[in-house]
T-cell receptor
Framework: DQQVKQNSPSLSVQEGRISILNCDYTNSMFDYFLWYKKYPAEGPTFLISISSIKDKNEDGRFTVFLNKSAKHLSLHIVPSQPGDSAVYFCAASDNYGQNFVFGPGTRLSVLP | DVKVTQSSRYLVKRTGEKVFLECVQDMDHENMFWYRQDPGLGLRLIYFSYDVKMKEKGDIPEGYSVSREKKERFSLILESASTNQTSMYLC?????????FGSGTRLTVV
């Protein structure tokens, strides 16, 4: 059974609007979370992280929210740009970054 | 700039062949990882290593082995390739603030 779930395989958003990508996890011991972005034919690249002692982390247009009680995190991209079109993976670790479990990914398409 | 280099972008191998996938990192990281990426399944961990000559099984180690003779190099070995090992293979190194991934090797087993 998947410990990290991304229930939306794909998402389409208009340029300039907000993109919200969701991630749910089942292991309450997870204490560190990452988001990666992956373009076709390239390896994933690190986007943003959050530890379990926080509920929000911002980096430019990207904000990650963590709701520990709901075992849910989300990535907000504002404003969305066509270059944001990629597959986004959520990842979680239960030993502070030693080893991550990845979700199946959500393909984001930002339409001009 | 930090780099993880995978020796091949595309490989086509026959069923039963022994396949070597090579990965080299120039960041002096102790931790290195091999993942495979399949549609709808995300990235699944095959093997990882925290130090030279050290290896640990990930979630799906069956049919694979690894070698870490030097800190910068982590090799994935398919002992006898099968068609269900057709996949994108990604090597990564790093810790805590995220991994650096290589560009991936798309392996097709025919």
């Amino acid at each position: 059974d998947q410990q990290v779930k991304q229930n939306s395989p794909s998402l389409s958003v208009q340029e300039g609007r907000i993109s919200i990508l969701n991630c749910d996890y089942t292991n309450s011991m997870f204490d560190y979370f990452l988001w990666y972005k992956k373009y076709p034919a390239e390896g994933p690249t690190f986007l943003i992280s959050i530890s379990s002692i926080k509920d929000k982390n911002e980096d430019g247009r990207f904000t990650v929210f963590l709701n520990k009680s709901a075992k849910h995190l989300s990535l907000h991209i504002v404003p969305s740009q066509p270059g944001d079109s990629a597959v986004y993976f959520c990842a979680a670790s239960d030993n502070y970054g030693q080893n991550f479990v990845f979700g199946p990914g959500t393909r984001l398409s930002v339409l001009p | 700039d930090v780099k993880v280099t995978q020796s091949s972008r595309y490989l086509v191998k026959r069923t039963g062949e022994k396949v070597f996938l090579e990965c080299v990192q120039d960041m002096d990281h102790e931790n290195m990882f091999w993942y495979r990426q399949d549609p709808g399944l995300g990235l699944r961990l095959i093997y990882f290593s925290y130090d030279v000559k050290m290896k640990e099984k990930g979630d799906i180690p069956e049919g694979y082995s690894v070698s870490r003779e030097k800190k910068e190099r982590f090799s994935l070995i398919l002992e006898s390739a099968s068609t269900n090992q057709t996949s994108m293979y990604l090597c990564a190194s790093g810790y805590l603030n995220g991994y650096t991934f290589g560009s991936g090797t798309r392996l097709t087993v025919v």
